[in-house]
């Protein structure tokens, strides 16, 4: 039974990954409005009704998505923060991680698009901001100490200020990229979010 269990898990699995996966690429092409789950499933190589095996609906689709996708640069970053042993490394590597964001071309396509829903159905605003809040890092393991020292009140306001404002500026410029990609090549926009980064977490 353990067996058979374990197969039926993994199948799951697969099928959940390749809906996701299909979906992540209808989404950001399409946009939520006209994305259609026909196409998803199709792309996905099963059936519509698998879809909803899985999923309750299409909004239900595009929020697992959100979370999966930024889950996993959540987790990649404490994957990466876990291994530093110092104030310096840890800042290092979230300024890396930070910069190596402009790899992902369609990550702020679907950012874009999750906030347009979000303005577009206050009906499902509890539910959004709820999947956005699940997407952060676990309060335990964001540690503000370990990252930037010790921080006054008004320090900690300006430093959360900051990290809110990182998100938006790395989306707009990606997303800015797709009609100026001379005058905003990934090499400048690697430059201009390393100055950013500088700039507002290791000049104090």
Known sequence: MMQALSKQQLRTQETQKRLLDAADEIFVRD???AAQLDEIAARAGR???AVYTHFKSKEDLFLALFEHRTRFYVDRLMTSLHS?????ERLGAFRQFYVDLDHDKTWPILTLEFKLYALR??????????AFEM????QEEWNYEQMFGKLSREERADNELA???LGPIMSGLILESHFEP???????IR??????????FTTR
Do not use: I, V, W
């Open 31 to 33: 946009g939520y409005e």
């Open 47 to 49: 059936s519509k009704g």
């Open 84 to 88: 530093c042993t110092t104030q310096k």
């Open 121 to 130: 159905h206050p009906e499902s605003k509890e539910r959004l901001r709820r």
């Open 135 to 138: 997407s952060k890092p676990p």
């Open 163 to 165: 990290l809110t404002a």
């Open 182 to 188: 001379q005058m905003l090549s990934q090499k400048g």
């Open 191 to 200: 430059r201009l979010l390393g100055r950013l980064f500088d700039a507002l």
